[in-house]
């Protein structure tokens, strides 16, 4: 039984507890019903304190992507499943001096995109970063990379490690201890490599919302500015440990009685050893993912300075995360945040913002699919309604495999404007071999944003349109 708080936010009561849902009707009409039912299988881990779907929400492995689940951190729970396996997944924006009409000629963006795949892998081939300690990025993350990987001259090195939701967790190190040696000789190779699937690095031109200029402008952002988008997340290091918890908890649930009727859904207590054990893994994959970001991006300066000349600088709007579980205060209380595809919006004065956007509050980076806007919003205060959690992007109507049931390559292509002045332009050969990751595989990314702003979680600052795409493999 559904009860509406607001237009955009209405209470579902399941049998197992309320789950909280925030989109605008038409979104809420589309969702599946299995999400009901994942909802519910999922509020049945014990005193759960809050579960909400945020409109990009859609069924995966265990828990839902879009989910926003809370449990106290003196009796609660932490579950993998609602975290999700590509533990540290996230966005990350660069802005630029250029403007969209400097990248007006189709054959230059080709070469830039040609530029970038020379010192970004979008291949199964190694990581060009040698001189990297794989031991020092999961545990420091940020701070673990080598001097010369934060070269941002004239905007200050440091905006490397203050710009960013995080620079570094810190944690339990000893928890590494336990990895088999394969893990280490394995997962080094991959760091600064991008990674397939819904994986990209996007430029983009922006077009700045009328009532944030003034928030805009203290940004650094401005109408037509060329910007640059990457989502990337753990690799190898965040895939090769997932066995490692899932079998270990899984024995754990075991030995106490516990589970759900669904096997994919794992959990544990916080205060169990496991559940601590856990959580340090986690930290380290959020230590990889961070770095694997920052090196994609400085990979992607090199590309631009060799296309543009070596003065252009590209300073780190933000980088933030949309899978992954951390303490946070709430209420007075401390609380674990279980965040599997939405991203953390917080509003100005918050606490928690970096102190470069205490006053304005953080930029929330938002892609949307292939093809379509993106955008960047800031959290509002009535978001804490919603544990300051929003969407994480358009989230998928049509599984991987099912896409080309649905869609023609040629109706991507128009969907990519190809033949036209202002193609998408990408760097595949083929649009045959990125298929499922077609605009038409996802919701339709503005009713994403509308039901976001509609319920009050958080506003527009600016909208980026894609101009070229480079897609991993």
């Not at 080598?146 to 995080?166: I, N, Q």
């Not at 300066?301 to 949309?322: N, S």
Request: net charge positive; glycine share 8%.
């Amino acid at each position: 039984m559904a009860r509406e708080v607001g237009k955009y936010h209405q209470t579902v009561k399941l049998r197992n507890g309320v789950l909280h849902l925030f989109a605008n009707a038409e979104v809420i009409a589309s969702l599946d019903r299995k999400v009901y039912k994942m909802a519910d299988n999922n509020l049945r881990i014990p005193r759960s304190h809050f579960m909400s779907y945020t409109p990009d929400a859609h069924v995966s492995s265990g828990a839902c992507v879009g989910t926003t689940a809370v449990w106290k951190m003196s009796d609660g729970f932490v579950s993998p499943s609602i975290v999700g396996s590509d533990i540290g997944c996230g966005i990350r924006v660069h802005l630029t001096p250029l403007h969209k009409r400097d990248l007006q000629d189709k054959k230059l963006r080709r070469k830039l995109i040609k530029r970038i795949e020379k010192y970004v892998p979008t291949k199964r081939i190694a990581s060009p970063f040698r001189n990297i300690e794989l031991e020092r990025v999961v545990k420091e993350g940020i701070y673990g990379l080598p001097a010369e990987y934060l070269p941002e001259r004239g905007v200050g090195s440091a905006r490397s490690v203050t710009h960013l939701e995080h620079a570094r967790f810190a944690y339990d190190v000893t928890a590494l201890e336990s990895l088999p040696e394969r893990i280490w000789k394995q997962t080094g190779r991959e760091l600064g490599t991008l990674g397939g699937g819904n994986h990209f690095i996007e430029i983009q031109h922006v077009r700045v919302d009328e009532g944030q200029r003034e928030t805009a402008e203290k940004w650094g952002v401005f109408d037509g500015q060329v910007v640059v988008m990457i989502h990337s997340g753990s690799r190898a290091w965040g895939r090769m440990l997932r066995p490692e918890y899932t079998n270990r908890i899984k024995d754990a649930m075991e030995m106490w009685g516990i589970g759900t009727r669904d096997p994919k859904l794992i959990y544990v207590p916080i205060r169990a050893e496991e559940g601590r054990w856990y959580l340090n893994l986690m930290y380290s994959a959020l230590n990889y993912a961070v770095a694997n970001r920052h090196m994609i991006a400085f990979g992607v300066r090199a590309a631009f300075q060799e296309v543009f000349g070596t003065d252009l600088e590209m300073p780190v709007l933000y980088d933030l995360m949309h899978n992954y579980a951390l303490e946070e205060t709430h209420c007075g209380q401390p609380m674990l945040v279980h965040r599997k595809g939405t991203t953390r919006a917080l509003p100005a004065g918050h606490e928690l913002n970096p102190e470069p956007y205490r006053e304005t509050g953080h930029p929330a980076l938002i892609p949307g699919s292939m093809g379509t806007a993106s955008y960047i919003m800031v959290g509002a205060k009535s978001g804490e309604k919603n544990f300051y959690s929003i969407c994480h992007g358009a989230g998928r109507i049509h599984a991987r495999d099912a896409v080309r049931e649905h869609v023609s390559v040629d109706a991507f292509a128009h969907s990519m404007k190809v033949g036209t002045d202002e193609e998408v332009v990408v760097n595949r050969w083929t649009l045959e071999h990125i298929l499922t990751e077609c605009p038409q595989a996802y919701k339709d990314v503005d009713q994403i944003i509308d039901s976001v702003v509609g319920a009050g979680l958080a506003s527009v600052v600016a909208e980026c349109r894609p101009m070229a795409v480079v897609k991993g493999t």
